[in-house]
């Protein structure tokens, strides 16, 4: 089992960043890929950014040059800088991981871009 804990989403207006943590209860050495996804209201879930465990990443097209996923070993963390925001960007923001074949979520951390 693999508990996630996502903090950092706020009131922001356009323009501005915030940076997004999600705290993992397990080494994010035995963790395969940990990612971010969105999901705005009233559409589905989608991925934001992933990163493996070896390093590869990965982002959306929509938020390319803008989002920057990075983890932090020691600290079981994984964190998403998201500058430039805009109000498309406005959604509960989810963390992930996936450890061999099973996949954990957190609770989501709403994120809201308006002036």
């Known amino acids: 089992q693999v508990q996630l804990v996502e903090s950092g989403g706020d009131l922001v207006q356009p323009g501005g960043s915030l940076r997004l943590s999600c705290a993992a209860s397990?080494?994010?050495?035995?963790?395969?890929?940990m990612s971010w996804y969105r999901q705005a209201p009233g559409k589905e879930r989608l991925l934001v950014a992933s990163?493996?465990?070896?390093?590869?990443?990965n982002y959306a097209n929509s938020v390319k040059g803008r989002f920057t996923i990075s983890r932090d070993n020691a600290q079981n963390t994984v964190y998403l800088q998201m500058n430039s925001l805009k109000p498309e960007d406005t959604a509960v923001y989810y963390c992930?991981?996936?450890?061999?074949?099973?996949?954990?979520w957190g609770k989501g951390t709403l994120v809201t871009v308006s002036s």
């Open positions: 992930n991981a996936i450890k061999t074949s099973s996949a954990y």
């Open positions: 397990a080494s994010i050495f035995s963790i395969n890929v």
């Open positions: 990163i493996t465990s070896g390093g590869t990443i």
